[in-house]
């Protein structure tokens, strides 16, 4: 049985607990924005810390540089599908999920942007 190696497995535990944090949020939050946002975020810096342990596990050239071209992989397309995921649901007419408090105002920012967009349109259309 091998020991315990700080180096290798602190990083593979991070890495496993944001995959947990990531499986959790996935099951508890409600609608697919905050869903899609706890699955892309977490997953990928779950995948790195997982990657990293691997590699440090290795510790061969070889190995770690195709981690490495897998881990930039993953941080550059992660978030442009997450973002074109998004946009095609809001695009297709889903509604995120409004309810809680609004400490930021946010809300009715967006309530105002979606009535100056509806009037813009309704003036196009005219």
């Known amino acids: ?5 700080a180096a ?3 990083p593979i535990l991070l890495g496993a607990f944001f995959v947990l944090t990531a499986a959790i ?4 939050f409600p609608d697919l924005y905050s869903r899609l946002h706890a699955s892309s975020k977490l997953i990928t810096l779950g995948s790195a810390g997982i990657f ?3 590699g440090l596990e290795f510790a061969q050239t070889e ?4 981690l490495a071209a897998v881990l930039l992989f993953q941080f550059l397309t992660t978030p442009l599908s997450a973002y074109l995921i998004a946009q095609a649901a809001y695009l297709r007419g ?3 999920l409004l ?7 946010a809300l009715g920012k967006a309530a105002l942007l979606d009535r100056r967009l509806e009037e813009l349109q309704g003036s196009a259309e005219d």
């Not at 049985?1 to 190696?5: G, I, K, P």
């Not at 190995?63 to 195709?66: C, D, E, F, G």
């Not at 309810?99 to 105002?105: F, L, R, S």
């Open 63 to 66: 190995a770690l540089t195709r």
């Open 8 to 10: 290798r497995d602190i």
């Open 94 to 96: 889903l509604a995120p």
């Open 99 to 105: 309810e809680g408090p609004d400490e930021w105002n």
């Open 25 to 28: 949020g996935m099951v508890r």
């Open 52 to 54: 990293i342990g691997v």
């Open 1 to 5: 049985m091998n020991d315990f190696n």
